[in-house]
């Protein structure tokens, strides 16, 4: 059989001109899913969920320990939590999780350990408490519930997608061989790409939220970031948990200009009324005195909604009251010296103060980050 030059060239794949617009060319690779490719890194000088931009879902998981928990017992537990919360947040699957697929996005997963005094005592290590690592006093106005207070540890969890913060709770919920939940909380934001950027998130009062917080490293630095006392801490923080309760009802019938004068700052921008912030405004009673700025706070708080059953004797269509507020989450280098005299300076005095009861009240002492491998506290645990 004799081929023609065009047969011939076919058969090395040379054909020239139009026929190149029959092969098959390659296909393009699927983009990567936003929230899939999405990750915080787990190792570092600090942990992270602290400093780390707000993702629009919060939940705090406190724990106690179990009877008998001994420093090796909470080696163990810890060894397992780190393990499984660096996966986690890097979206690896997690050893045994036989819903691995629920884990795919990790979206912007945290998970931020806290020890409360409880801890370092079973850990033989009551010697290294920090001395504001202990409650804090209830203040005018609080109405602490004692049940959920508190807590040996705490697990901050972060993330923008639900599915991704259950499936992480589930599994770090199963790794705390050595402790049992004492109390939950949940909170959120509207989502970041659906705000302008540098938009801060609004609160159920209608005013913008983490107004005025430390930025930059300089200030981290002096006002979050602790830089003395044992290995463990240095490059850790202090956390102060208030869940606080705003009275909706009380608070719908002032209007705009009331609402504005309580707080100490305009509705649509959070800048200061025109008319003048008044010195009993919330806002003026809780900034740090110019003779004092260090007493300011990193706040990464989350609005929090639940809806109560209506009464049935009121009818149908009658809707139940509506507990709403903010989960205030607050870190800086020594509560005693920082969150402390803001709180009583609030206490004498704040034109908001009457709208928003504490009912939850609790301090952690946040380690310092791990380093590729090592476990959280390891050297506080160590032998």
């Given at each position: 059989?004799?081929?023609?030059?065009?047969?011939?060239?076919?058969?090395?794949?040379?054909?020239?001109?139009?026929?190149?617009?029959?092969?098959?060319?390659?296909?393009?690779?699927?983009?990567?899913?936003?929230?899939?490719a999405?990750?915080?890194?787990?190792?570092?000088?600090?942990?992270?969920?602290?400093?780390?931009?707000?993702?629009?879902?919060?939940?705090?998981?406190?724990?106690?320990?179990?009877?008998?928990?001994?420093?090796?017992?909470?080696?163990?537990?810890?060894?397992?939590?780190?393990?499984?919360a660096?996966?986690?947040?890097?979206?690896?699957?997690v050893?045994?999780?036989?819903?691995?697929?629920?884990?795919?996005a990790?979206?912007?997963?945290?998970?931020?350990?806290?020890?409360?005094?409880?801890?370092?005592?079973?850990?033989?290590?009551?010697?290294?408490?920090?001395?504001?690592?202990?409650?804090?006093?209830?203040?005018?106005?609080?109405?602490?519930?004692?049940?959920?207070?508190?807590?040996?540890?705490?697990?901050?969890?972060?993330?923008?997608?639900?599915?991704?913060?259950?499936?992480?709770?589930?599994?770090?919920?199963?790794?705390?061989?050595?402790?049992?939940?004492?109390?939950?909380?949940?909170?959120?934001?509207?989502?970041?790409?659906?705000?302008?950027?540098?938009?801060?998130?609004?609160?159920?009062?209608?005013?913008?939220?983490?107004?005025?917080?430390?930025?930059?490293?300089?200030?981290?630095?002096?006002?979050?970031?602790i830089?003395?006392?044992?290995?463990?801490?240095?490059?850790?923080?202090?956390?102060?948990?208030?869940?606080?309760?705003?009275?909706?009802?009380?608070?719908?019938?002032?209007?705009?200009?009331?609402?504005?004068?309580?707080?100490?700052?305009?509705?649509?921008?959070?800048?200061?009324?025109?008319?003048?912030?008044?010195?009993l405004?919330?806002?003026?009673?809780?900034?740090?005195?110019?003779?004092?700025?260090?007493?300011?706070?990193?706040?990464?708080?989350?609005?929090?909604?639940?809806?109560i059953?209506?009464?049935?004797?009121?009818?149908?269509?009658?809707?139940?009251?509506?507990?709403?507020?903010?989960?205030?989450?607050?870190?800086?280098?020594?509560?005693?010296?920082?969150?402390?005299?803001?709180?009583?300076?609030?206490?004498?005095?704040?034109?908001?103060?009457?709208?928003?009861?504490?009912?939850?009240?609790?301090v952690?002492?946040v380690?310092?980050?791990?380093?590729?491998?090592?476990?959280?506290?390891?050297?506080?645990?160590?032998?």
């Open positions: 059989m004799i081929l023609d030059r065009r047969g011939f060239l076919a058969g090395l794949g040379l054909v020239p001109g139009s026929a190149l617009l029959n092969w098959p060319t390659p296909e393009e690779p699927e983009p990567v899913p936003e929230l899939q999405a990750t915080v890194a787990f190792d570092g000088p600090h942990q992270a969920g602290v400093a780390t931009p707000r993702q629009s879902l919060a939940r705090l998981l406190a724990l106690d320990l179990v009877d008998g928990a001994d420093r090796p017992a909470l080696r163990r537990m810890l060894a397992l939590l780190t393990d499984d660096r996966r986690l947040t890097a979206g690896e699957p050893p045994g999780d036989l819903a691995a697929e629920l884990g795919r990790p979206a912007n997963l945290t998970v931020t350990l806290g020890l409360g005094p409880g801890f370092l005592e079973a850990a033989g290590r009551a010697g290294q408490r920090p001395a504001w690592l202990a409650p804090l006093p209830e203040y005018p106005g609080d109405r602490i519930d004692p049940a959920r207070s508190g807590g040996d540890l705490l697990l901050q969890l972060c993330a923008d997608d639900p599915m991704t913060l259950a499936h992480a709770t589930r599994l770090l919920l199963r790794d705390a061989t050595a402790a049992r939940l004492r109390w939950s909380a949940d909170g959120a934001i509207p989502d970041a790409r659906g705000r302008a950027a540098g938009e801060h998130p609004r609160g159920h009062s209608g005013h913008l939220l983490g107004v005025g917080n430390p930025r930059g490293e300089e200030e981290l630095d002096r006002l979050v970031w830089d003395s006392g044992p290995d463990w801490l240095r490059g850790g923080t202090a956390m102060v948990v208030r869940r606080i309760e705003l009275d909706l009802p009380a608070w719908s019938r002032l209007d705009r200009p009331a609402r504005e004068r309580a707080v100490g700052r305009r509705l649509a921008d959070g800048a200061p009324p025109e008319t003048g912030v008044s010195p405004a919330h806002v003026a009673r809780a900034a740090a005195p110019r003779q004092d700025p260090g007493r300011r706070l990193l706040r990464r708080s989350y609005p929090f909604e639940e809806l059953a209506a009464d049935p004797a009121a009818g149908p269509g009658v809707a139940g009251p509506e507990r709403a507020g903010l989960l205030f989450i607050a870190f800086q280098r020594d509560p005693l010296a920082q969150f402390d005299p803001i709180r009583r300076r609030l206490g004498r005095a704040d034109l908001f103060g009457g709208y928003a009861t504490a009912t939850t009240s609790a952690f002492a380690p310092r980050g791990t380093r590729p491998g090592e476990d959280w506290a390891a050297d506080l645990l160590a032998d």
